[in-house]
């Protein structure tokens, strides 16, 4: 039996690739880990665990973490900096994706509406590099209009998405909201029915995207929160998820058994179980962050804490005396503990592949 690079290239795919990879994903029962990265080394840890454990990958930069990518020192006003780093991201990852022999997804995270002028920043630089090379800059970019009215949500999600299909540029698109915090973007208040979402909203959302192109995949929320959070503080319900399928199915006369490609936020902290159940019912794609965030601390940490005699001045071990006059440049080079929370990062992503079923895909 063939794997993916038998139907998709390894590097940034685009268009119909998506489309292959996500099918190919429902077909063979796993999904892909959505890792947010904030700059090169935490992109560069993903690939690397994706590369060893033979897997595609998709790597998205949420507003924040793009405008950090870019660098603090510039002002995001009108979402300058956002726009920057997420374009130097896109360039660095079709830079080095394909030298890491993955199929790689290049995906931009949350677009609230007050965000939006980001995801039109990110737009026409995919107009741009889709004249010179027949194809977007990104892979798929996600617009969370999720806060606005039902009807305000799918309209303007529609406008946005007839924008990206002459480019066969995916869209992914939230019906009902993620709970917690995230990125700026607060729902730990919100409305605790607003965190399932009916199966009709998200055939009304099938209705207005499924006319103009097959690009576009849907995160109906199903008790999901951003964050970790204590046992039992959080209800998830993924078995709704397969409600959705067969209540679309039966509204369109479907033979396919999961006509939805649904995405699974929030997806730090949860159980095995629950991820296994979201992947049964036809999700393709979870969103990690909290937990990879806090594995790249891990490393550094307990580097700093392990050599942190060393690590108190450039000469000399404190623990060993005044006397002692080693120098200490190996440990305090940045290629050293950044190294280790790369290290950290890439069992976490790997970990994510594993509770997904993706592994040795290739």
Same mark, same amino acid.
């Given at each position: ?20 990879? +996500? ?9 892909? &880990? ?18 060893? #454990? ?36 896109? *360039?660095?990852?079709?830079? !080095? ?32 590099? +889709? ?28 406008? *946005?998405?007839?924008?990206?299909? &002459? ?34 909203? !998200?055939?009304?959302?099938? #209705?207005?995207?499924? &006319? ?12 999901? !929160? ?87 001045? #450039? ?11 080693? &120098? ?21 992503? #790997? ?12």
């Amino acid at each position: 039996m063939g794997g993916i690079l038998d139907i998709v290239p390894a590097g940034v795919i685009t268009g119909d690739n998506v489309k292959k990879l +996500f099918d190919y994903a429902q077909e063979h029962k796993f999904a892909i &880990p959505a890792i947010n990265c904030t700059s090169s080394s935490t992109v560069n840890a993903a690939l690397e665990a994706a590369r060893d #454990q033979k897997t595609p990958l998709i790597i998205q930069f949420s507003n924040g973490g793009a405008a950090f990518y870019a660098g603090k020192g510039i002002n995001n006003k009108d979402q300058h900096a956002s726009i920057l780093g997420s374009i130097a991201g896109a *360039y660095h990852v079709r830079t !080095v994706a394909k030298h890491y022999g993955v199929p790689v997804v290049l995906h931009s995270d949350h677009c609230a509406r007050d965000l939006l002028p980001w995801l039109d920043g990110m737009l026409a630089a995919d107009e741009v590099y +889709f004249k010179e090379h027949g194809e977007p800059l990104f892979s798929s970019h996600m617009i969370d209009l999720s806060a606005d009215p039902k009807e305000e949500n799918i309209a303007t999600t529609k406008k *946005y998405f007839e924008r990206c299909a &002459p480019m066969k540029l995916w869209l992914e698109m939230e019906i009902g909201i993620t709970g917690g915090e995230e990125d700026g973007v607060n729902n730990e208040s919100a409305d605790k029915e607003l965190l399932y979402t009916p199966s009709e909203d !998200v055939y009304e959302v099938y #209705q207005a995207l499924s &006319p103009i192109a097959p690009y576009f995949s849907i995160a109906a929320a199903f008790g999901n !929160v951003h964050g970790v959070y204590k046992p039992g503080n959080v209800v998830l319900r993924p078995e709704l998820l397969e409600k959705h399928q067969e209540f679309v199915k039966e509204k369109i006369g479907s033979d396919k058994k999961h006509p939805l490609y649904l995405v699974f936020h929030g997806g730090s902290g949860s159980t095995e179980e629950e991820i296994k159940t979201a992947v049964a019912n036809g999700v393709v794609k979870m969103n990690v962050d909290t937990d990879t965030q806090y594995a790249y601390l891990a490393g550094v940490r307990d580097f700093v804490l392990e050599h942190k005699d060393r690590l108190m001045k #450039q000469v000399g071990d404190l623990s060993k005396g005044e006397e002692d006059s080693t &120098p200490n440049k190996k440990y305090y080079d940045p290629r050293n503990w950044i190294r280790h929370g790369e290290k950290t990062m890439y069992e976490r992503v #790997q970990k994510a592949n594993s509770d997904l079923g993706n592994v040795d895909n290739l």
